[in-house]
């Protein structure tokens, strides 16, 4: 089971959100552009139109007898309507005097001289932009401004100006919708290869520790240079867990074989039964202490393999035929008859070295335990969906305590003191059964004897 | 159909002088006992406005209609100094009525009739078009017996200066100081092109005859007082009876195209009756189909390229000023009348 | 026997070389693969036992190049590495059987007597005394015409008279050589097995004897 990973946020999450905000911002800002400009653009050409129209009205005043004769043009004001259903007012004035139009518009002064002036005001309940031009008049001896103001409401102007702004709010919100979406496609694209490699090195095995060599963007190389630089360091730390559990075993078992040896040549040698029994214990505690040792490294070889299995296709019934013809000497030794029972056709998923491990140590507890003349049997079975390799002997059994659990650790049962034995062997079988998803079974048989039953899940 | 209109209350009344404007007359159509009165002031006499009238009536039998006709400066009077509280106002001065939506006397008012009107029929949702009337040339066929007609301006002018004994005094038209339907015409004429000039020359050389209405002009022709009558009213001289004693033409090279227009005064009091009146006059015009054109049985001469509407708008209001009515007069006076 | 002991540690291979002599064999001792090379090359060899850690080498890699030279020697791997490591491979690699150290040396015969088995022999597995023949690899007695399989216990016990004929051995010595260390077995077990072969005995003129007091021993 994979250890949990504590998850805080989310890059692509992030990445997006930035990406919309930063969108929003700049459609919220798009939209007002628009619309100023829009404005601007739309009050000039009303200014401009609304200048031509005082200007046309004003190159047709002339001076006739010392009057003054204003002949309107039709286009003065026809242009106005030209573009939309407007209202126009207009105002002409001689030195502040009213001649001809609407009476109560008054012209806007501005502060500078400029001839043209315009603004906005309130004319009759309606909002109006008016321009006022001046032209300078001579009226036989004396001289006068002549004053023409036009003026249009801005009702169409207003429904203009509500659809740009409805208008720039769709480019805002299509600009926004659009950028939503390259967001969300740019922040896959920039996410895609941080899952590329998520996929490629959890695809490994356990393992395959070789550094990750596919390029990556430039942003992932710190991730990657670390992660392979952890790869490294676990490979060699892997490799030195292996390597020092096998020299230790060395380590332990060189110095024990030497004296094994000399004790077993010495005891051919000596005579006098005090220094034979001597010498016999002697040997006897150093064969436990070997059997110790050893089992303790399997148990650490066992525990290191089976956290990273990496499972092959087992034949079983070969995988027996193999080791009860390894185990014949070890049997014949003993006179013991090792069988090999029905062997049906089958096959697990595993370790084989784990699982030949796991097997090993069954049976050399049932030729070890089942005594003088004893009998082992080693059959494999297909129950459904599962494979039984059931291990039976004729030997005195385990003992009858249900209190006692022969699988805990250094655990051994009572009636087999005088036997050579750490009592991890069983633990160990345990172990590897289970890493394989099996389960390990142990029983007395009615007619005496012991049925050990490794099961596991047929592939 | 027939009981209803002899059911129809009908008065001829001139009505007490409460009003500071003058009127021609007032009719009162439909039940006497309801509260839903439309008041219509007019510048179409009863005998234009009865055939679309009376079909409004039969169709909302509850609705009343006051109808008072007035000449277009008093209807002007009316609305604009007076604020009279009139329901609808018909007009066929197109430039008063601009001047009144203009000025902000008149109300907008949207319905799927008024939107179904082409642009030059609607200004602002405020004047609505409901006719199209010509201004023609009446001819007597009896002057111009062997003579060709003519067809345009040119023409008249070709005509009027080969035969000057023929048309001296002969010719009529609008008085333009007098008629504001005259005047309108006059000022498009002049504003369309320079002959009008050049035609006000002649006639006034041919001594011209000064009328301030159509219908009297027609009767002029027809009894044989006058052999020309320039910018008459196109529709008024089609449904006379009298049709066989002269021709009408409309000058191919430009017609000018009055239209009837109606509009809601600010001071109504009953909008949605004058709003359900307006939609039954476009509907009514449309029933011909949707060209709204009102030109008569003079089929055969109608060129639509060479209609000129008179565009409604802004640009109506130029003719309103007052240096402009002096000085398009100032120049009229010396054209037409040789002085 | 003639063994080749590929074994650097000096110490153990001298033990080794000194336990084996015990029961008649010839042991040769190489201290690396480049003396294991020489040795093979001048001498035939029975049986091959090879170490795995060797200063100039992988005992693997001369498993490798001992089965590519096609030598029908049987190799057997004495290892002190960890069991699970190391089983498959070597076996995969062409080795007889392995043997983890330190080992039983009963279990050690025992398993050389399977691998020569295997193998169909060696020059010397059959001895003669009188009018039976003993094949020690097969484990039979050959008596007046019959074939008489022996029982591991019984074979190993017959060995042990036959290759001293007339030589009395006691009854502990006996239980020693017959009996794994962790086995606790009282010396008049080996009654029962003397007396087994008795009986396999009868039709022959040799005949195991009891030396009062002192233990057994075969006459022919």
Same mark, same amino acid.
């Given at each position: 089971?994979?250890?949990?990973?504590?998850?805080?946020?989310?890059?692509?999450?992030?990445?997006?959100?930035?990406?919309?905000?930063?969108?929003?911002?700049?459609?919220?800002?798009?939209?007002?552009?628009?619309?100023?400009?829009?404005?601007?653009?739309?009050?000039?050409?009303?200014?401009?139109?609304?200048?031509?129209?005082?200007?046309?009205?004003?190159?047709?005043?002339?001076?006739?007898?010392?009057?003054? #004769?204003?002949?309107?043009?039709?286009?003065?004001?026809? #242009?106005?309507?030209?573009?939309?259903?407007?209202?126009?007012?207009?105002?002409?004035?001689?030195?502040?005097?009213?001649?001809?139009?609407?009476?109560?518009?008054?012209?806007?002064?501005?502060?500078?001289?400029?001839?043209?002036?315009?603004?906005?005001?309130?004319?009759?309940?309606?909002?109006?932009?008016?321009?006022?031009?001046?032209?300078?008049?001579?009226?036989?001896?004396?001289?006068?401004?002549?004053?023409?103001?036009?003026?249009?409401?801005?009702?169409?102007?207003?429904?203009?100006?509500?659809?740009?702004?409805?208008?720039?709010?769709?480019?805002?919100?299509?600009?926004?919708?659009?950028?939503?979406?390259?967001?969300?496609?740019?922040?896959?694209?920039?996410?895609?290869?941080?899952?590329?490699?998520?996929?490629?090195?959890?695809?490994?095995?356990?393992?395959?520790?070789?550094?990750?060599?596919?390029?990556?963007?430039?942003?992932?190389?710190?991730?990657?240079?670390?992660?392979?630089?952890?790869?490294?360091?676990?490979?060699?730390?892997?490799?030195?867990?292996?390597?020092?559990?096998?020299?230790?075993?060395?380590?332990?078992?060189?110095?024990?074989?030497?004296?094994?040896?000399?004790?077993?040549?010495?005891?051919?040698?000596?005579?006098?039964?005090?220094?034979?029994?001597?010498?016999?214990?002697?040997?006897?505690?150093?064969?436990?202490?070997?059997?110790?040792?050893?089992?303790?490294?399997?148990?650490?070889?066992?525990?290191?393999?089976?956290?990273?299995?990496?499972?092959?296709?087992?034949?079983?019934?070969?995988?027996?035929?193999?080791?009860?013809?390894?185990?014949?000497?070890?049997?014949?030794?003993?006179?013991?008859?090792?069988?090999?029972?029905?062997?049906?056709?089958?096959?697990?998923?595993?370790?084989?070295?784990?699982?030949?491990?796991?097997?090993?140590?069954?049976?050399?507890?049932?030729?070890?335990?089942?005594?003088?003349?004893?009998?082992?049997?080693?059959?494999?079975?297909?129950?459904?969906?599962?494979?039984?390799?059931?291990?039976?002997?004729?030997?005195?059994?385990?003992?009858?305590?249900?209190?006692?659990?022969?699988?805990?650790?250094?655990?051994?049962?009572?009636?087999?003191?005088?036997?050579?034995?750490?009592?991890?062997?069983?633990?160990?079988?345990?172990?590897?059964?289970?890493?394989?998803?099996?389960?390990?079974?142990?029983?007395?048989?009615?007619?005496?004897?012991?049925?050990?039953?490794?099961?596991?899940?047929?592939? | 159909?027939?009981?209803?209109?002899?059911?129809?209350?009908?008065?001829?009344?001139?009505?007490?002088?409460?009003?500071?404007?003058?009127?021609?007359?007032?009719?009162?159509?439909?039940?006497?006992?309801?509260?839903?009165?439309?008041?219509?002031?007019?510048?179409?006499?009863?005998?234009?406005?009865?055939?679309?009238?009376?079909?409004?009536?039969?169709?909302?039998?509850?609705?009343?209609?006051?109808?008072?006709?007035?000449?277009?400066?008093?209807? #002007?009077?009316?609305?604009?100094?007076?604020?009279?509280?009139?329901?609808?106002?018909?007009?066929?001065?197109?430039?008063?009525?601009?001047?009144?939506?203009?000025?902000?006397?008149?109300?907008?008012?949207?319905?799927?009739?008024?939107?179904?009107?082409?642009?030059?029929?609607?200004?602002?949702?405020?004047?609505?078009?409901?006719?199209?009337?010509?201004?023609? #040339?009446?001819?007597?066929?009896?002057?111009?017996?062997?003579?060709?007609?003519?067809?345009?301006?040119?023409?008249?002018?070709?005509?009027?200066?080969?035969?000057?004994?023929?048309?001296?005094?002969?010719?009529?038209?609008?008085?333009?100081?007098?008629?504001?339907?005259?005047?309108?015409?006059?000022?498009?004429?002049?504003?369309?092109?320079?002959?009008?000039?050049?035609?006000?020359?002649?006639?006034?050389?041919?001594?011209?005859?000064?009328?301030?209405?159509?219908?009297?002009?027609?009767?002029?022709?027809?009894?044989?007082?006058?052999?020309?009558?320039?910018?008459?009213?196109?529709?008024?001289?089609?449904?006379?009876?009298?049709?066989?004693?002269?021709?009408?033409?409309?000058?191919?090279?430009?017609?000018?195209?009055?239209?009837?227009?109606?509009?809601?005064?600010?001071?109504?009091?009953?909008?949605?009756?004058?709003?359900?009146?307006?939609?039954?006059?476009?509907?009514?015009?449309?029933?011909?189909?949707?060209?709204?054109?009102?030109?008569?049985?003079?089929?055969?001469?109608?060129?639509?390229?060479?209609?000129?509407?008179?565009?409604?708008?802004?640009?109506?209001?130029?003719?309103?000023?007052?240096?402009?009515?002096?000085?398009?007069?100032?120049?009229?006076?010396?054209?037409?009348?040789?002085? | 026997?003639?063994?080749?002991?590929?074994?650097?540690?000096?110490?153990?291979?001298?033990?080794?070389?000194?336990?084996?002599?015990?029961?008649?064999?010839?042991?040769?001792?190489?201290?690396?693969?480049?003396?294991?090379?020489?040795?093979?090359?001048?001498?035939?060899?029975?049986?091959?036992?090879?170490?795995?850690?060797?200063?100039?080498?992988?005992?693997?890699?001369?498993?490798?190049?001992?089965?590519?030279?096609?030598?029908?020697?049987?190799?057997?791997?004495?290892?002190?590495?960890?069991?699970?490591?190391?089983?498959?491979?070597?076996?995969?690699?062409?080795?007889?059987?392995?043997?983890?150290?330190?080992?039983?040396?009963?279990?050690?015969?025992?398993?050389?007597?399977?691998?020569?088995?295997?193998?169909?022999?060696?020059?010397?597995?059959?001895?003669?005394?009188?009018?039976?023949?003993?094949?020690?690899?097969?484990?039979?007695?050959?008596?007046?015409?019959?074939?008489?399989?022996?029982?591991?216990?019984?074979?190993?016990?017959?060995?042990?008279?036959?290759?001293?004929?007339?030589?009395?051995?006691?009854?502990?010595?006996?239980?020693?050589?017959?009996?794994?260390?962790?086995?606790?077995?009282?010396?008049?077990?080996?009654?029962?097995?003397?007396?087994?072969?008795?009986?396999?005995?009868?039709?022959?003129?040799?005949?195991?004897?009891?030396?009062?007091?002192?233990?057994?021993?075969?006459?022919?």
């Amino acid at each position: 089971m994979a250890p949990q990973v504590h998850i805080k946020g989310s890059i692509r999450r992030h990445l997006i959100t930035m990406l919309l905000i930063g969108a929003a911002l700049l459609a919220v800002l798009l939209y007002f552009v628009v619309q100023s400009v829009a404005r601007q653009i739309a009050q000039e050409s009303q200014d401009n139109i609304l200048a031509a129209s005082a200007t046309a009205i004003l190159d047709n005043a002339a001076v006739i007898d010392g009057e003054i #004769m204003i002949d309107l043009p039709y286009s003065a004001f026809s #242009m106005l309507g030209d573009v939309s259903d407007e209202r126009v007012y207009y105002a002409i004035r001689l030195n502040d005097e009213f001649l001809s139009g609407y009476e109560d518009l008054t012209p806007i002064r501005s502060n500078g001289r400029s001839p043209r002036t315009f603004g906005s005001m309130d004319f009759r309940g309606e909002e109006i932009r008016t321009a006022s031009l001046q032209r300078p008049i001579f009226l036989g001896a004396k001289s006068g401004t002549l004053d023409v103001t036009v003026a249009q409401t801005m009702d169409g102007q207003r429904k203009k100006l509500a659809r740009f702004s409805l208008m720039s709010l769709m480019i805002g919100f299509s600009f926004f919708l659009l950028t939503a979406l390259l967001a969300a496609v740019a922040a896959r694209s920039a996410t895609r290869p941080m899952h590329r490699l998520a996929a490629s090195v959890s695809r490994r095995g356990p393992g395959d520790l070789r550094p990750v060599e596919a390029p990556v963007p430039a942003e992932m190389a710190p991730l990657v240079s670390s992660l392979n630089s952890f790869m490294q360091r676990l490979k060699h730390s892997l490799a030195e867990s292996e390597e020092f559990i096998a020299e230790a075993a060395h380590r332990v078992r060189t110095p024990l074989a030497v004296v094994r040896t000399r004790a077993e040549t010495t005891l051919r040698r000596v005579e006098k039964p005090e220094n034979r029994q001597t010498v016999r214990e002697m040997i006897r505690a150093i064969d436990e202490s070997s059997r110790s040792a050893g089992q303790l490294l399997d148990h650490a070889m066992v525990t290191f393999r089976a956290d990273h299995l990496e499972p092959k296709d087992i034949d079983l019934p070969a995988l027996v035929i193999d080791l009860v013809e390894s185990l014949k000497p070890l049997s014949e030794l003993r006179d013991v008859e090792l069988k090999v029972g029905a062997l049906e056709p089958s096959q697990i998923a595993g370790d084989g070295i784990l699982i030949q491990n796991a097997v090993r140590n069954v049976i050399d507890n049932a030729i070890k335990y089942c005594g003088q003349e004893g009998r082992v049997d080693v059959s494999v079975l297909r129950q459904g969906e599962h494979v039984q390799l059931v291990v039976e002997d004729n030997g005195p059994g385990f003992p009858d305590d249900p209190e006692q659990n022969l699988l805990k650790r250094y655990a051994r049962g009572e009636n087999v003191a005088g036997i050579v034995g750490s009592g991890l062997g069983l633990t160990i079988v345990d172990q590897v059964v289970r890493a394989h998803g099996g389960t390990l079974d142990y029983s007395n048989k009615t007619g005496g004897g012991a049925c050990v039953t490794l099961s596991f899940p047929s592939c | 159909m027939r009981h209803l209109i002899l059911s129809l209350l009908l008065s001829l009344v001139l009505v007490p002088v409460a009003k500071g404007f003058e009127i021609e007359e007032q009719s009162r159509f439909g039940p006497g006992e309801t509260t839903n009165v439309l008041r219509v002031l007019s510048t179409a006499d009863l005998a234009f406005i009865r055939p679309m009238l009376l079909p409004f009536l039969s169709k909302y039998p509850d609705v009343a209609v006051e109808y008072t006709v007035a000449s277009s400066s008093e209807v #002007m009077k009316a609305v604009f100094d007076e604020s009279q509280s009139y329901d609808l106002v018909i007009s066929s001065a197109m430039d008063l009525q601009t001047k009144l939506a203009n000025d902000g006397l008149a109300l907008s008012y949207t319905s799927q009739a008024t939107q179904s009107l082409p642009d030059w029929a609607n200004w602002g949702d405020q004047i609505f078009a409901f006719t199209q009337e010509p201004a023609a #040339m009446v001819l007597s066929n009896k002057a111009f017996e062997g003579l060709e007609l003519p067809r345009t301006r040119q023409e008249l002018l070709s005509v009027l200066r080969q035969y000057p004994e023929l048309f001296d005094g002969k010719v009529g038209t609008y008085d333009v100081r007098q008629s504001g339907l005259g005047y309108l015409f006059a000022t498009q004429d002049a504003r369309t092109s320079e002959t009008y000039w050049r035609l006000s020359e002649v006639m006034g050389l041919l001594n011209v005859r000064l009328y301030t209405s159509s219908a009297t002009m027609i009767d002029a022709v027809v009894t044989g007082e006058l052999a020309i009558a320039y910018n008459v009213l196109g529709s008024y001289a089609m449904n006379r009876a009298d049709k066989t004693a002269f021709t009408i033409v409309l000058p191919s090279d430009f017609t000018t195209v009055m239209l009837r227009t109606a509009l809601i005064p600010v001071t109504a009091k009953r909008t949605d009756l004058a709003g359900r009146f307006i939609d039954h006059l476009i509907e009514r015009t449309n029933e011909a189909g949707p060209s709204l054109l009102q030109l008569g049985s003079a089929d055969d001469q109608v060129d639509e390229n060479s209609l000129r509407r008179i565009r409604l708008g802004p640009g109506l209001l130029v003719y309103l000023d007052k240096f402009k009515n002096r000085s398009f007069v100032n120049e009229w006076e010396s054209a037409i009348l040789q002085e | 026997m003639r063994f080749l002991l590929i074994e650097d540690n000096v110490e153990l291979g001298r033990a080794i070389v000194e336990r084996l002599s015990l029961d008649g064999h010839v042991v040769d001792q190489a201290e690396s693969l480049a003396d294991a090379r020489d040795h093979c090359a001048t001498a035939d060899y029975d049986l091959i036992l090879l170490d795995i850690m060797l200063p100039d080498g992988d005992g693997r890699t001369f498993l490798a190049e001992h089965r590519a030279r096609e030598n029908a020697t049987p190799v057997i791997v004495l290892t002190a590495r960890s069991e699970v490591s190391d089983r498959v491979g070597v076996l995969d690699l062409g080795a007889d059987d392995y043997i983890v150290k330190p080992f039983d040396f009963a279990e050690f015969e025992a398993r050389c007597r399977a691998v020569l088995r295997r193998r169909g022999g060696v020059a010397g597995n059959r001895v003669t005394r009188g009018d039976l023949t003993f094949d020690t690899l097969a484990g039979t007695l050959h008596v007046g015409g019959d074939d008489i399989q022996l029982r591991n216990r019984e074979l190993r016990l017959f060995e042990i008279f036959v290759n001293s004929p007339g030589q009395i051995f006691s009854k502990s010595k006996l239980v020693d050589r017959l009996f794994s260390y962790d086995e606790d077995v009282s010396e008049n077990a080996i009654e029962v097995y003397v007396g087994r072969l008795r009986k396999h005995l009868t039709r022959s003129s040799a005949n195991i004897v009891t030396v009062r007091g002192l233990g057994y021993k075969l006459e022919v």
